[in-house]
């Protein structure tokens, strides 16, 4: 049973515009999300986080929304760039020490110049 | 200060072979977990260890199967390889001191089985 679902398989959007990825989560027990972006041939970066207590949470472009009742998070880039053209991973944990990351299967984004 | 490494990058073997991947984590980081990534299903847990024991493990078969170091650095080891098992592995590690657990990411082992 996948716990944390990435719906749309990709997404193509026109550089300076906003690209929204989305994420849903089936576990109410998570408490933190985080995204991850991956380029070809690299291992997965670290992007953004945020925890249940907050509904969201901005770094530069990136701002990550959260929405606990519909358990559903979205991942806003803006303006996008080519450079942001990657694998977008959704990710979540408990709040446990111990408690490891689930991941969703992906979401690839291409912006086209 | 160093980020995570694997060794081989990339590995060719044949179906019923058994073969060994390693992973060095970061310095300080006492935690490392394994995941596999394939088209269309993403990263999949394999197993987490920390300070030498596994703490965690996912949905795999027991051919599937791994190891930490006192210097923390892990091996994992898959015997009888079918061709599913064709894939990148990555390794991940953490220092688990704070929420969330911010993982880093090795550049992976792409593993081929023909």
């Known amino acids: 049973d996948q716990q944390v679902k990435q719906n749309s398989p990709s997404l193509s959007v026109q550089e300076g515009r906003i690209s929204i990825l989305n994420c849903d989560y089936t576990?109410?027990?998570?408490?933190?999300f985080l995204w991850y972006k991956k380029y070809p041939a690299e291992g997965p970066t670290f992007l953004i986080s945020i925890s249940s207590i907050k509904d969201k949470n901005e770094d530069g472009r990136f701002t990550v929304f959260l929405n606990k009742s519909a358990k559903h998070l979205s991942l806003h880039i803006v303006p996008s760039q080519p450079g942001d053209s990657a694998v977008y991973f959704c990710?979540?944990?408990?709040?446990?020490?111990?408690?490891?990351?689930?991941f969703g299967k992906g979401i690839t984004l291409s912006v086209r110049p | 200060k160093a980020g995570v490494t694997q060794t081989p990058r990339y590995l060719i073997k044949t179906r019923g072979q058994q073969v060994t991947l390693s992973c060095s984590p970061i310095?300080?980081?006492?935690?490392v977990s394994w995941y596999q990534q394939t088209p269309g299903q993403g990263l999949q847990f394999l197993f987490e260890y920390f300070s030498e024991t596994q703490r965690n493990k996912g949905n795999f078969p027991g051919r599937f199967s791994g190891r930490q170091f006192s210097n923390s650095r892990s091996e994992m080891n898959v015997s009888t390889l079918e061709l599913g098992d064709s894939a990148l592995y990555l390794c991940a590690s953490s220092h688990q001191l704070t929420l969330p657990d911010e993982q880093f990411f090795g550049p992976g082992t792409r593993l081929t089985v023909l």
């Open positions: 310095s300080g980081h006492r935690s």
């Open positions: 990710a979540a944990s408990g709040a446990g020490a111990n408690s490891k990351l689930t």
């Open positions: 576990n109410s027990m998570f408490d933190y």
